[in-house]
Every structure is written in structure tokens, then in C-alpha cells.
């Protein structure tokens, strides 16, 4: 690959012009105290940060853009450090999947407006993951990735405390009568005891270690917890890395294959990755022109068993992973599957990626016969209540419920849900089937509200599990019998919000199949008298959202976004 001259980077046009531009773009770095030998000749390197004192999973990125900074200094870069949006999961309401498509936009921009040759995109937080690599997929720049890293495993009283899971199982216990109030809030201050991402596989480790297996990180990044000082080195080698990608025009078009997707979406499977996934990636590949449907997981993931034994559908957390050899010992367990000449930021084929890793804890990183699941990880259910599909993590739900038949309960929304769930005359069995509709993309953004609470009377003896079926998300650390993102959804008219209380469900596992129990000719009769609900406008943007976003089976994604731009738009910047 040639090497690209000075005055083929993008900068250049900025800082090397000769007229009245020129000399305002120097005087004005001059005044951000920088000196020409400070970035004369040198790429522009943006570091673009998701740094927020709203952002917990972030909060160590004021000093790890420092560490990157290091780098591209000692590699002959101009490094500028770039602020965006940062979508912490645990504040925005109703949910950070309303700003995935904003951050990527955000991203954009950010990168066509500056003068900026390169890209160390730090984010790590759920939604910021595939927003960044949308946002820099768009503009097809060189770009790396740098994960936020997971927290610490939480520790409380002799027990390992998972993010989200273990809030779920505890406050179940809790609602149980089986630990005090006082017990509960004393875990407050155990589970998150560091910076970094949930340490369960959930959607933010998920999405960083797929990120990583498409080459788009460093090899073995994404499972450094953020506190260890070899994420501080990694962040370094971003650094020096992405100053070279640009002088060698390393950009995602040319290394990014079919394969690397496909790779992400075996992976996925042998990880028990988050339920998001599916709707991240199908959206991401479209950035760069790659189709892919919610069918083309379920024929990819019903080949791998579970091999991560991390919570929820393991014992361990992403600290054990680290230590039992990370992502790249993983690779090692299924690189049969795996399609080896794909390529990373730095020119290495995954063969090579892999060559030398090895699995430390073969209870944490499983073999291949002794899987954590070997039913895999995530199962794609089509039906007449769903017939564009549903995702369920079948690892992480009760097996005995995969094959069931029961009463339907319906929940308008989630208030709805939440206020009644403990009515006594509801009369809810722990056999019956709740409902919860209007939360797909148009109707309140998909927000993670898929995991409706267990009536208390049940909990008390013993119920932990029920079937739940809705057009809304899943935090991907919850674990349950839950059916996600049905699609159609209720909001469009979909077949959610016809469901009746009473009607019978049957959800079939060995066809993938979940239908509601009545004729044709009933379900044509619902449709033709339902009459959509329209939510009350919360914001210009809520209102611009749902009138883009597509359905949740095609990435829910805002159409502006769905079609790779990278060779249509015409990078006038500086003109
Ligand atoms: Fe930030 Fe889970 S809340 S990664």
C-alpha cells in the first residue's frame, strides 16, 4: 500500500493553503497554543471522546485520551481531542437507541467539517459502539477503536455481583423476602466499584469484542478491564497505530470484508452475546453497503454452542475473561468457523491475530465439547404474532419454557405494566404469557424495557421466570424466557397489538415458532378495526425519529442513515 504524501491528507487543505483561509486556520491553532513544528507535515489525528460526568462506563476517558495523545505524539501525528455525545445507558430516558443514529451522524460531521485525516474513536457504553463506527464507517476515514474496557468484577459479602444481572437476581430475592432492605442497599456501593463497561456480556462488551473481531480494535483490547494499566498501553498503540493507518490510508473499505461480519455473527453465538447485537450489526454493515437480515443470524448462530461462561448465561464475569485469555483465546475454540484471512487496522489476518493466544481457564472459555449452552446463544422466532421475527438469548432463558402454551396478559406500556403487575385480579399463574407492545422503534424508541417484573405473590414461591413477549429491548445483561423486538410492532399496526387479554400463545422451539392461538380470519377482523395510538410529542427530534426509523428486524435505523454514503457524498470541506 503507498505511502500518502502530506499534501494528500485532508488537513492539508487547511493548514497548508497560501491565502487569507490558510493564515486564519494557523493564526487560530496558534491561539490553541501550538506552534507550526507542532503539526506542520504531521495527519491530524481526532480523538473523539464520549467522555461525561453523565457517563460512569466512561469516566476514565479525560485520562485515556491523554495516554492516545502520547502515542500519536511519539508517532509523528497532531492529535486534537474531539467531544461527542456520550450515550450513557444508565441516565437517558427513555433510552440511548433514540441517539444511536444521532451519535453516527455526530461522528460524521464531526469528521467532514474538520480538518481531520485519522480517528481513535473512544466509546464503549452500549449504543456508543456502533453509532461511532457508523459515524466513521460514513465518512470511510482510517479509523481505530478504543473500548472503554469493562469494570471490575463487583464484590459483595463473598459474592461476585454482575452489572444488571445481578441487580435483577437481588432484587427478585429482595421482593422474595429472602435478604432485608438494607441488605440490598448495601450493594449499591459493591457492584460498579470501578470505571469501565458492565463486566456481565452485555450489550457494551458484546459490541466491543465484535468490533474487535472485524479488526476495527486492537487484538486483545476490548477484554482489558479499564482500570488495569494495560489498558492505558493499549490506548497508546491506538495512538501510534491510527497515525500510521493514515499515512497508509488504512481506511474501514479496505480491510472490512462480508467476512468480517459473518465472523462477528459466529462469534456472537460462541460469546452468548446481548440481544442488541443482531440490530446493531445489520445496521452498521448497511454503512458500508453489506446486507444482512435477522435470518442470516439465525442460520449463522444455530452452528456454535455457548462457549464464554459469563453472566447472564455464565457463571463469570469479563474480568475471568481477561484472565482466561480474552477474545483472541476464544477465536482459538472456533476458528474452524471463522473465516482466518480477514484483517485488522494493523494488516494482520485473524490467523495471525490468534496464532499465538491460549485459553488459561477452561472453565471460563469452555472447549467445544463442553459447551456452557449448546443450544446457542441467540434464536430468531417467526410466526403469525411475529412474522418479520423475534430475538430471544435462548442461553440465557428457562429451557422448559421454550416449548409452552399459555395465557396472554396485556400491557399498553410500561407504566401500565409496572402499576398492575401486582393486582390480584389479574390472577397471574406462573404458566401465563405477558405482553408488553407499543415500545418498538416508532412507538417509544425500543427502549430496554423487555424484562417485565415477576408478580410478587410468584416470586414468593419461587417463580423466577416467565414467559415475556414485546416490540421493546433487552438490556442484554437480563436474563429470562423474554422475546424481543417483535417485528412487526405494535405501533405499525403489527400483529403485538391485536393480542387480546385471555388469547392463548404457543411458543415453539424446535420450529422457532411463536403464534397466537386464533384463525386467520379473527386476526384479519382485529386488524381491520385497530386504529393507531399516537404518542404525544415529546421533542422536535422524538417526533424527526420516529418518522425515519425503520422496523427493528432491518436495524432500526433512520432511513437517512440505511444506505452507504461513503462513495456518494462529496467531501467539499474547506472549499
Ligand atoms: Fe454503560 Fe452498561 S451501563 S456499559
Request: net charge negative.
Amino acid at each position: 500500500m503507498s505511502k500518502k504524501s502530506y499534501n494528500e491528507l485532508r488537513s492539508s487543505r487547511w493548514f497548508s493553503d497560501i491565502g487569507k483561509a490558510g493564515y486564519i486556520h494557523r493564526e487560530r491553532i496558534a491561539q490553541a497554543g501550538f506552534s507550526r513544528s507542532d503539526y506542520e507535515g504531521k495527519p491530524v489525528i481526532g480523538i473523539f471522546s464520549t467522555w461525561s460526568e453523565l457517563n460512569p462506563c466512561h469516566i476514565h476517558f479525560r485520562e485515556r485520551a491523554e495516554d492516545v495523545k502520547r502515542g500519536v505524539w511519539s508517532a509523528g501525528g497532531f492529535p486534537v481531542e474531539v467531544p461527542c455525545m456520550s450515550l450513557g445507558e444508565p441516565y437517558m430516558k427513555p433510552t440511548t437507541m433514540l441517539y444511536r443514529d444521532l451519535l453516527a451522524m455526530e461522528v460524521e460531521e464531526n469528521i467532514l467539517a474538520h480538518p481531520i485525516d485519522g480517528v481513535v474513536l473512544m466509546g464503549g457504553c452500549d449504543k456508543t459502539t456502533p453509532a461511532m463506527l457508523m459515524g466513521a464507517f460514513a465518512q470511510d476515514i482510517p479509523c481505530i477503536y478504543l473500548p472503554a474496557g469493562p469494570m471490575l468484577t463487583g464484590r459483595w459479602r463473598g459474592h461476585a455481583l454482575g452489572s444488571g444481572t445481578d441487580a435483577s437476581r437481588w432484587f427478585n430475592e429482595l421482593h422474595a423476602g429472602r435478604i432485608t432492605k438494607a441488605e440490598f442497599d448495601e450493594m449499591e456501593t459493591a457492584g460498579a466499584r470501578s470505571p469501565g463497561t458492565c463486566q456481565t456480556m452485555g450489550t457494551a462488551s458484546t459490541m466491543t469484542l465484535l468490533a474487535e473481531v472485524m479488526g476495527l480494535s486492537l487484538p486483545g483490547a476490548a477484554s482489558i478491564p479499564a482500570p488495569d494499566s494495560r489498558h492505558r498501553h493499549m490506548a497508546t498503540e491506538c495512538g501510534k497505530t491510527i497515525v500510521d493507518m493514515t499515512w497508509n490510508d488504512r481506511k474501514p473499505s479496505t480491510f472490512i470484508i462480508r467476512s468480517s461480519f459473518e465472523n462477528a455473527i459466529r462469534v456472537l453465538n460462541a460469546l452468548g452475546g446481548s440481544t442488541n447485537a443482531p440490530i446493531h450489526l445489520i445496521a452498521m454493515a448497511q454503512r458500508l453497503g453489506f446486507k444482512f437480515k435477522l435470518d442470516d443470524f439465525d442460520e449463522s448462530l444455530s452452528q456454535l454452542p455457548v462457549l464464554a461462561n459469563i453472566k447472564p448465561s455464565g457463571q463469570y464475569l469479563m474480568e475471568d475473561f481477561y484472565y482466561a485469555g480474552g477474545l483472541p483465546a476464544l477465536m482459538t475454540r472456533i476458528k474452524d468457523n471463522l473465516d482466518l484471512t480477514t484483517e485488522n487496522v494493523r494488516c494482520e489476518t485473524l490467523r495471525q491475530t490468534i496464532e499465538n493466544a491460549h485459553v488459561y481457564d477452561d472453565d471460563v472459555i469452555r472447549p467445544i465439547d463442553k459447551p456452557v449452552s449448546d443450544k446457542g446463544g441467540l434464536a430468531v422466532f417467526k410466526g403469525n404474532l411475529a412474522p418479520s421475527g423475534c430475538v430471544i438469548k435462548l442461553s440465557a432463558a428457562s429451557q422448559k419454557l421454550l416449548r409452552h402454551e399459555g395465557r396472554a396478559i396485556v400491557f399498553g406500556d410500561r407504566q401500565d405494566a409496572f402499576s398492575r403487575i401486582n393486582d390480584p385480579a389479574l390472577n397471574i399463574q406462573p404458566e401465563d404469557i405477558l405482553i408488553l407492545r407499543y415500545c418498538g422503534p416508532k412507538g417509544r424508541g425500543l427502549p430496554e424495557w423487555g424484562m417485565l417484573p415477576i408478580p410478587d405473590t410468584l416470586l414468593k414461591k419461587g417463580v423466577r421466570d416467565m414467559v415475556r413477549i414485546t416490540d421493546a429491548r433487552m438490556s442484554g445483561t437480563h436474563f429470562g424466557t423474554v422475546f424481543l423486538h417483535v417485528s412487526p410492532e405494535a405501533a405499525v399496526g403489527g400483529a403485538l397489538a391485536l393480542v387480546q387479554d385471555g388469547d392463548r400463545i404457543e411458543i415453539d422451539a424446535d420450529k422457532k415458532e411463536i403464534n397466537l392461538l386464533i384463525s386467520d380470519t379473527e386476526l384479519e377482523i382485529r386488524k381491520a378495526a385497530w386504529k393507531p395510538v399516537d404518542p404525544a410529542p415529546e421533542s422536535h427530534y422524538r417526533e424527526l425519529y420516529r418518522s425515519r426509523v425503520n422496523q427493528a428486524h432491518e436495524g432500526a435505523i433512520l432511513d437517512t442513515c440505511a444506505h452507504p454514503n461513503n462513495n456518494n457524498f462529496r467531501d467539499n470541506a474547506c472549499e
